[in-house]
């Protein structure tokens, strides 16, 4: 069974910065995209960014500049680097990705558990 476990969520003042990190574990074969998704409340969970396991980034248009996706493929590690944060980023924060595990090699869409972010002064 492989899971995907969310770190670095918070309370930051806007214009801050906060990194959130994600690691997946578990019998894993191999795994492709990567990426995080955002759920405000009372709003549908929404697309941030993804990042290939080549290192190809597509991002929300409301992030672009501002959020950084990046993985370290060794650990299995999926970061989102957040600045210039504004209050209406304030959401939980979901880690996704598309992992083949070692007993079905087929690749399933995993989520993690969700870390809240608030922006607020």
């Known amino acids: 069974q492989v899971q995907l476990v969310e770190s670095g969520g918070g309370l930051v003042q806007p214009g801050g910065s906060l990194r959130l990190s994600c690691a997946a574990s578990g019998s894993i074969f191999s795994i492709n995209t990567m990426g995080w998704y955002r759920q405000a409340p009372g709003k549908q969970r929404d697309l941030v960014g993804t990042i290939t396991s080549g290192g190809r980034t597509n991002y929300a248009d409301s992030v672009k500049g501002r959020f950084t996706v990046s993985r370290d493929n060794a650990k299995n590690t999926v970061y989102l680097q957040m600045n210039s944060l504004k209050p209406e980023d304030t959401a939980v924060y979901y880690c996704?990705?598309?992992?083949?595990?070692?007993?079905?090699?087929?690749?399933?869409?995993?989520w993690g558990q969700g870390t809240l972010v608030t922006v607020s002064s």
């Open positions: 996704n990705a598309q992992v083949a595990d070692r007993l079905s090699f087929t690749y399933r869409e995993v």
